[in-house]
């Protein structure tokens, strides 16, 4: 079973800041924060992860909180090709738990 | 860098029939992984692999079989096909124990 909770669904306007939260709060010390994005019918795409900083990239930034018990993916300028299902996972290095446990995600739609 | 590529995209299959998906991973990348997702059961892991070994397997039956060759590309097997067979099947490729993932765009399997 996936260890996160996200909301189903979120919309945003296009041009604005995406929020989109998610609560891991059985986390683990050694267990990063990864989020991926699905578009319609494609593989998903790795988006960002984290460990216990914060961590931004070219499209996103991570936001994990000091007790690492939830995080927020955040993208700052949401476009219509941001609309996707947002997969929030927590992960283990090594071992069997490499494998990536997807839950339902949040699905965002993205508003002109 | 070439992306994870997945050999057939689209595939027709009569139940009973056997069928075998290929996958080749972003070069360099050691680690290969399969997943199926199908609209009522979301994202599944299926088996992962490094260098050539079979490092670990979700709960899918025996039907469900791959294999990983010496320049790590992946193939999975699924025999004696079965409706509920139908989905998007899916390889990633990382390039070690604590990298991210990078999936393939899947191989669509239809079973009639």
């Known amino acids: 079973d996936a260890k996160t909770t996200q909301p189903p669904s979120m919309d945003c306007a296009e041009g604005r800041a995406a929020n989109l939260p998610c609560n891991h709060s059985?986390?683990?010390?050694?267990?990063?924060v990864y989020w991926y994005r699905q578009i319609h019918s494609q593989g998903p795409q790795y988006i960002i992860h984290?460990?216990?900083n914060n961590e931004t990239n070219e499209m996103a930034s991570l936001i994990i909180t000091e007790d690492r018990k939830s995080s927020t993916l955040i993208l700052p300028h949401a476009t219509l090709r941001d609309t996707a299902v947002y997969y929030c996972?927590?992960?283990?290095?090594?071992?069997?738990?490499?494998?990536?446990?997807f839950g339902k995600g949040t699905k965002l739609s993205v508003k002109p | 860098k070439a992306g994870v590529t997945q050999t057939p995209r689209y595939l027709i299959k009569t139940r009973g029939q056997q069928v075998t998906l290929s996958c080749s991973p972003i070069?360099?990348?050691?680690?290969v992984s399969w997943y199926q997702q199908t609209p009522g059961q979301g994202l599944q892991f299926l088996f992962e692999?490094?260098?050539?070994?079979?490092?670990n397997k979700g709960n899918f039956p025996g039907r469900f079989s791959g294999r990983q060759f010496s320049n790590s590309r992946s193939e999975m097997n699924v025999s004696t096909l079965e409706l509920g067979d139908s989905a998007l099947y899916l390889c990633?490729?990382?390039?070690?124990?604590?990298?991210?993932?990078?999936f393939g765009q899947g191989t669509r399997l239809t079973v009639v």
């Open positions: 996972i927590v992960r283990a290095p090594g071992g069997s738990q490499r494998n990536l446990i």
């Open positions: 059985t986390i683990s010390g050694n267990e990063y």
């Open positions: 990633a490729s990382s390039e070690g124990v604590r990298a991210e993932a990078f």
């Open positions: 070069s360099g990348h050691r680690s």
């Open positions: 984290g460990l216990k």
């Open positions: 692999y490094f260098s050539e070994t079979q490092r």
